[in-house]
């Protein structure tokens, strides 16, 4: 296949998955602001669908390389379109009649105009600039722990698919953070909440640090065990410290552009995330870590963990209090947003409901 071709399809899939996302972000962000106290439900059910997706995928897909090839793996990713496919048919909406397509345009620039009014107000901006600085400085050296996982000289030598169960071992962690948080500490503020989780996923990271150093072997610690621990313990703390911002994302978007918004602000976020994959080449490549020296891979590891902890400086943009309880602050004189197009997640609000 050539190159371009490649990158079109692969560009498609993702173009197609982010349209569903969006459209579940939608209902959730909806329904968040006309149900907010099942704000954080409703987010603690997506990360637990979104990690029990992430187990189930690493888990299997070592085992289906073997079996059937890349190329079957990428037929096997079918089915799942088909069932996000089958839930667009079976989701409820009302049918809109006579809709006015030549006003498009216009709902265009009003939904941008409310956008923009929106995201100027202190109350969005500032968590929202947040965000972003907490998964930038967070740097991913990902790639270098790869190489270093994978060497027989200097490492342990683990397999690609050994590294793939070590990969769903954090999807668990991810699970039991998405648990935690629901059943344990989805009322607490938002601040306290943001410095024990930001401090101990700097604390969390000094695992790596050891496991480099080679301190497990001295402690007689295998280590596929304390990088299974170790990623384990990360991805959850990782889960703890996202859920809150989850929950207050879905309450700064403004009526009418539900989904819109969230889809902006989730943006935001990736763009955080990929700063922090190009600031951790960028120090990989500055301290001389390649796929075979790795010299230099525990200061590497020592500065992201500094990194991680300095978002602590930046507590004072989010809001204080419960994320629950945050109330998006409105100005009617200067924007008008358009109505809500009472977009649902009908089977979940509706077992809510009927559960009180």
């Known amino acids: 296949?050539?190159?371009?071709?490649?990158?079109?399809?692969?560009?498609?899939?993702?173009?197609?998955?982010?349209v569903a996302d969006v459209t579940v972000d939608a209902c959730v962000a909806q329904n968040s602001i006309t149900h907010p106290s099942r704000a954080a439900d409703m987010q603690s059910l997506c990360a637990l669908s979104y990690s029990f997706g992430g187990l189930l995928g690493f888990s299997i897909s070592g085992v289906f390389i073997h079996l059937?090839?890349?190329?079957?793996?990428?037929?096997?990713?079918?089915?799942?379109?088909a069932l996000v496919s089958?839930?667009?048919i079976l989701l409820s909406e009302p049918q809109v009649s006579n809709f006015a397509y030549n006003e498009v345009n216009q709902k265009f620039r009003e939904a941008a105009k409310a956008m923009w009014t929106t995201l100027k107000g202190p109350d969005v901006w500032r968590p929202c600039l947040y965000m972003y600085l907490?998964?930038?400085?967070?740097?991913?050296?990902?790639?270098?722990?790869f190489y270093w996982y994978t060497d027989a000289k200097e490492g342990p030598s683990f397999s690609k698919e050994t590294v793939?169960?070590?990969?769903?071992?954090?999807?668990?962690?991810?699970?039991?953070g998405a648990i935690l948080y629901q059943n344990v500490l989805k009322n607490q503020p938002l601040r306290d909440m943001l410095f024990w989780t930001q401090l101990l996923f700097g604390l969390a990271g000094m695992l790596d640090l050891m496991l480099v150093q080679r301190m497990?072997?001295?402690?007689g610690i295998p280590d596929y065990l304390f990088v299974v621990i170790g990623e384990a313990v990360s991805q959850m703390i990782n889960r703890l410290k996202w859920m809150p911002l989850l929950v207050l994302s879905s309450k700064l978007c403004p009526s009418g552009i539900e989904g819109t918004f969230f889809a902006l602000l989730m943006s935001i976020d990736n763009?955080?995330?990929l700063s922090s994959s190009w600031g951790g080449g960028v120090l990989l490549h500055v301290l001389n870590v390649t796929r075979t020296k790795f010299d230099d891979l525990w200061l590497v590891i020592l500065i992201r963990n500094i990194l991680?902890?300095?978002?602590?400086?930046?507590?004072?943009?989010?809001?204080?209090?419960?994320p629950n309880s945050f109330i998006l602050s409105t100005d009617d004189d200067e924007a008008e947003t358009p109505e809500p197009d009472n977009i649902e997640l009908a089977s979940l609000i509706h077992s809510v409901d009927s559960g009180r």
Do not use: H
């Open 271 to 273: 763009f955080g995330g």
């Open 1 to 18: 296949m050539q190159l371009g071709f490649a990158l079109l399809t692969l560009t498609l899939g993702n173009t197609a998955v982010a």
């Open 164 to 176: 793939g169960y070590i990969f769903s071992m954090g999807a668990i962690g991810a699970l039991l």
């Open 86 to 88: 089958l839930v667009g």
């Open 308 to 322: 991680r902890v300095c978002p602590i400086c930046l507590l004072f943009l989010v809001p204080k209090g419960d």
């Open 216 to 219: 497990n072997v001295k402690l």
């Open 134 to 145: 907490s998964l930038a400085v967070s740097l991913n050296i990902n790639e270098g722990l």
């Open 68 to 81: 059937i090839g890349p190329k079957g793996v990428f037929g096997l990713l079918t089915l799942p379109a």
